[in-house]
């Protein structure tokens, strides 16, 4: 057990809809990292928040947006959805900004399906 | 082109064989590099991480990076059906700052008994 918690373990819902993934840190850990994760994809990654500010951009479409609340806990915001959008989607913590020796601590997935 | 060239198998072998799998890539700002375990239905979880070019041995796992050929392997010894799961290659560059890792498809292993 990482120490990373993700709420919904999965989620079906329809083309269209908006849904809100929910991740909680390890203890102690400042950052957040979202990743999509498809099978043709692999492991993507969408956006990181350090101490409640947004540290670092990757591969995140306009229709997905996230925060980091002041006890640190993370949301990811799907809006707009449309098939492809189905995936597991991670959410991983560490310690400190992002450094070279910062480890990235992956919760247990949501597994979203979009009908 | 990808950045991070990993072929997805799968992969099976019988227990007790040595299992070699490899990662390729293409931007030479890649600094550090890691191999995460992946069992199924769970998250990725950390193995080895290495920086420089050369072996890294940790029990029966063994990372190797080639720089100059920009290749990196990561080598299992008298392989177990627990080492069954899909195995991802990560590297780790800084773009303004901010550390960007790139992850590969992984490959999918499976022990035999």
């Known amino acids: 057990d990482s120490g990373v918690t993700q709420t919904p373990k999965h989620l079906i819902t329809a083309t269209g809809q908006r849904v809100t993934l929910r991740c909680s840190p390890r203890s102690g850990d400042l950052s957040v990292y979202w990743y999509q994760q498809s099978l043709d994809q692999g492991l993507q990654f969408l956006i990181q928040?350090?101490?409640?500010?947004?540290?670092a951009k990757g591969n995140i479409l306009e229709r997905f947006s996230a925060q980091q609340f002041p006890d640190l806990h993370s949301e990811l915001n799907l809006s707009s959805l449309e098939l492809g959008d189905s995936a597991l989607y991670f959410c991983?913590?560490?310690?400190?900004?992002?450094?070279?020796?910062?480890?990235?601590?992956f919760g247990p997935g949501t597994r979203l399906t979009v009908l | 082109q990808k950045e991070v060239e990993q072929d997805p198998g799968p992969l099976s072998v019988p227990e007790g064989a040595i299992v070699s799998l490899n990662c390729t890539y293409s931007?030479?700002?890649?600094?550090?590099f890691m191999w995460y375990r992946q069992y199924s239905r769970k998250g990725p979880e950390l193995l080895m991480y290495?920086?420089?070019?050369g072996n890294k041995e940790d029990g029966r796992f063994t990372a190797q990076v080639d720089k100059s050929s920009k290749y990196i392997s990561l080598f299992i010894r008298d392989s177990q059906p627990s080492d069954s799961a899909t195995y991802l290659c990560a590297m780790r560059t800084r773009t303004g700052g901010y550390q960007k890792v790139t992850f590969g498809i992984g490959t999918k292993l499976q022990v035999i008994p």
């Open positions: 290495t920086y420089s070019s």
């Open positions: 928040y350090y101490n409640g500010e947004e540290r």
């Open positions: 931007n030479s700002a890649f600094q550090y």
């Open positions: 991983a913590s560490s310690a400190g900004g992002g450094g070279n020796t910062d480890t990235q601590y």
